[in-house]
């Protein structure tokens, strides 16, 4: 596995990573413990050296999962997690709410620090932008955490153009991340041009359209209740038939190169700047293989100009989110 560095000032990581909310939860019923924490152990010995997390996953478990899974690894691994929400300390609901105080951020880092049994955050992203604190203040409580030495690196996550500006212009931000696939195109248009005139590098999430770029899933799929695509427009029986087209080209271009319509959709990712580092999840051995193999297909650029001719053409439907979470993004 080759590395990439995170922008101009971040730390060199693997070029695919891992994304570990739904070891804990998200996608289903949570899996067996001791399952996951095998897994992350394989991912590091496959090449993996990003991870990523949130507090907010579970809440609060996930950190306590990827702490101990990659413990023994401390040293060859960067972990990335997240603070900027409410949280209900009982953990019987999950987000309640952004919430970006520098005293909040100040003691959600302690918590995180606890949690992963790490003595600094390799990567500490705002989750969510808080319009009722200026970003300013929640970079100035990031620069704080460097200086004292708990945090590493300051990220941002769904953040607009000129909130990372704001931010970079108080602290450096090394990161940004946010959704980004061949079925989510939206960072094109400002924020990759933003980012490379920054030199802050760029973690794609949901890199596989949530599973759906896997080539998986179809008009008659179903979700458990537990599971949160049961809820996104995206995901209704209407809009996975009408999607299905991406998937056709995916499968297309793979059948050609012998690679899966994962591992096209993550060469893609990573062909479209030398400072993006994909995070797909997964909860199971034989999908991780597959997505840290991506890193060994090449794309040709005939090949890249032929997906997005096709791309192009193809109309994604449904929304990413309900409404009310869609307003929690681009901030």
Known sequence: MQKRRLGTRGPEVSEVGLGCMGTTSSYGPAPDRQEMVSLLGSAVELGATFFDTAEAYGPFVNEELVGEALAPFREQVVIATKFGFELDPAGAREQLGVDSPPEHIKQVADGSLKRLGVDAIDLFYQHRVDPDVPIEDVAGAVRDLIQEGKVKHFGLSEAAPGTIRRAHAVQPVTAVQSEYSLWTRDPEAEVLPTLEELGIGFVPFSPLGRGFLTGKMGPHTTFDSSDFRAGLPRFTPQALEANQAL????????????????????????????????????????????????AEVGLRSEDLVEIDRAASEIRVEGARYPEHLEQMTGR
């Open 247 to 294: 998937v056709d080209l995916l499968r297309t271009i793979g059948d050609r190169k012998g690679a899966t319509p994962a591992q096209i959709a993550l060469a893609w990712l990573l062909a479209q700047r030398p400072w993006i580092v994909p995070i797909p999840g997964t909860t199971k051995l034989e999908r991780l293989q597959e997505n840290l193999g991506a």
